[in-house]
């Protein structure tokens, strides 16, 4: 049986989620990847060794900060950890998160 | 009448170097044979008089870049094409997928979806779609949108269901879709764990890891160069024990996966050993 | 018959065969000598029903090596080989195999046609073409594009294939070298 945790990167840009895989890989950490919210809910949804969410903040359509909020919204995910992952440090920025 | 062709070896060499420069897309290691037969066909359908011509509308006119891309790959597909593959699949393969906590399946140069829909039925029919996950890729993004609609011609329906039927499907297969006049649109809940992206194999890198990895009909569009190095990018995307499927006429006899690999009756079907 | 039309040096036998061919091969195939040196492709229409193999039907029934092509394979001189079914057949420069799984042509796959010219393509005129018994209009053209690359065509004669369309329809189009029944087909590729 396959059980291992799991983290799941939610980012557009393939070569990020590329950088970031390769690194938590080398630690030991099993990932799954997706590119938009959409893919990433299938993936949660039958995938229940995700037990972390690292989450692009900006994306097209439904960006980082509405995905957060819809699995929050989400009975199911309301207890998942995430982490926003951004480029853009400012306060008010971190506010919104 | 059999024209003779209008564009040669020397003109596909340079087309399809200019085409890779260009626009990122690389062809130059498709088997010689059928892309020139592929191209060759364009411009007569096209009517294209000159090889000049052909070259410079795709240099030319982006939007004709993805007409070429259309016509120089194959999109020619089925619903549960050679059930015999199918029914090992349903038997031998898919109960030991469900033995893992969560199933992920890459369906490489999945064109239209046709096959996406039978695997998918395969999984639901096991009890296992709620923990799988299908990614479902092709290079070319305009197949992809047809795929995710899920809609197919009502025609082809006697042909998919006896096919079904073949592989030892025991379902009726008409209440996978909903019929609507001359087409048919397969139901939602067989594409809520399907994933589709755009992947060229050519260029594209792995981007997971699965427990098996279907592609069919595609390498045989590929040189045997090419043919190896996508059979390396299979390699690192499957884990240990995990399989591969090809098309009924494609094989890894000619690439070294053969000596870790180990065939799986007498189908299309290998099984990782390390 | 110009028999001295034959070119010495044939590398590749191309036969195309469609309704009423099946028979036909099965008495030309087992009577070709088994040290030929060039190479035996038959491309014949058939329903895709792979519960038997091709391969297994002819082989036990002459000495030569008989094949149903995979992709990538090469064509080696002194083997018969099928196209398999469902699948357009196409000879690369180095002579391996590519299989081709695109739209019908002449409402077949594998489609005469194309094999035709593929193996003119590749072995220009050291081509030799035969067109069997069949219903349709396959492989006429292709016939007739080996022989305006100086190949070598035999048509069947129409009078003794089971189904004439489809040597009446080369006929319509060109002259082949020779119209010969099966008999003489065989005694003439054993001359080769």
């Known amino acids: 049986m396959n059980q291992k945790n799991a983290i799941l990167i939610v980012d557009d840009d393939p070569r990020n989620i590329f950088a970031l895989k390769m690194v938590l890989k080398a630690r030991g950490f099993d990932c799954e990847t997706a590119t938009n919210f959409e893919d990433a809910h299938k993936i949660l949804i039958s995938n229940h060794n995700v037990k972390l969410v690292l989450m692009d903040m900006m994306m097209p359509d439904i960006d980082g900060y509405e995905s957060i909020s819809k699995l929050k919204s989400s009975e199911e995910f309301k207890n998942l950890p995430i982490i926003a992952v951004t480029a853009q440090a400012m306060i008010v920025i971190k506010r919104n998160v | 009448m059999i024209a003779i062709d209008i564009v040669g070896d020397e003109d596909l060499e340079l087309l399809l170097e200019e085409v890779a420069s260009v626009y990122g897309y690389d062809f130059t290691d498709y088997s010689k044979a059928s892309i020139k037969r592929r191209i060759n066909r364009i411009c007569l359908i096209d009517k294209h008089k000159s090889f000049t011509e052909l070259r410079y509308k795709i240099l030319n006119d982006q939007s004709y870049l993805s007409r070429f891309i259309e016509e120089v ?42 096959e996406v829909y039978s695997i998918s039925i395969l999984l639901h029919e096991a009890k296992l779609a709620h923990k799988a996950i299908i990614y479902a890729t092709d290079i070319n993004p305009t197949v992809l949108e047809t795929a995710k609609k899920g809609i197919y011609p009502i025609s082809q329906m006697k042909l998919y269901t006896e096919n079904y039927q073949n592989s030892n499907g025991t379902e009726d297969f008409s209440t996978y879709y909903s019929a609507n006049y001359d087409h048919v649109k397969f139901k939602e809940y067989l594409r809520k764990n399907v994933i589709f992206s755009t992947h060229n194999l050519v260029s594209d890198r792995s981007f997971n890891e699965f427990q098996l990895v279907i592609c069919r009909n595609v390498l045989i569009y590929f040189d045997k160069i090419l043919q190896d190095k996508v059979f390396n990018l299979f390699d690192g995307s499957l884990e240990s024990l995990g399989y591969l499927a090809l098309g009924s006429k494609e094989t890894i006899r000619f690439s070294d996966l053969n000596l870790t690999y180990k065939q799986i009756n007498k189908e299309k079907i290998w099984k990782k050993t390390r | 018959m110009e028999k001295n039309k034959i070119n010495p040096k044939i590398e590749i036998l191309v036969i195309g065969g469609s309704a009423g061919s099946f028979e036909v091969l099965l008495q030309i195939l087992p009577k070709i000598k088994f040290d030929i040196d060039f190479v035996v492709l038959v491309v014949l229409h058939r329903k895709h029903n792979s519960n038997t193999s091709i391969a297994d039907l002819f082989g036990n029934k002459t000495s030569i090596p008989v094949y149903e092509c995979e992709d990538k394979d090469s064509l080696v001189p002194g083997n018969i080989y099928f196209a398999p079914a469902d ?58 594009y080996i022989s305006q690359n100086y190949g070598t065509t035999i048509v069947q004669d129409p009078n003794e294939a089971e189904i004439s369309t489809m040597p009446n329809e080369a006929l319509k189009i060109f002259e082949p070298n020779y119209i010969l029944g099966f008999k003489e087909i065989i005694k003439l590729i054993n001359s080769l």
């Open chain 2, 73 to 114: 790959t194959v999109n020619v597909t089925e619903m549960f094409r050679d059930p015999t593959f199918y029914k090992t699949l349903k038997e031998k393969i898919i109960p030991q997928l469900g033995v893992n906590s969560f199933i992920k399946v890459w369906i490489a140069g999945c064109s239209t979806g046709e």
């Open chain 3, 87 to 144: 699948y357009h057949l196409l000879i690369e420069k180095d002579r391996t195999v590519s299989l081709d799984y695109s739209e019908k042509e002449n409402y077949s796959r594998p489609a005469i046609d194309i094999t035709f010219k593929s193996a003119s393509d590749v072995f220009k005129e050291k081509t030799l073409a035969v067109l069997l018994s069949g219903a349709n209009r396959d492989g006429a053209n292709g016939l007739k």
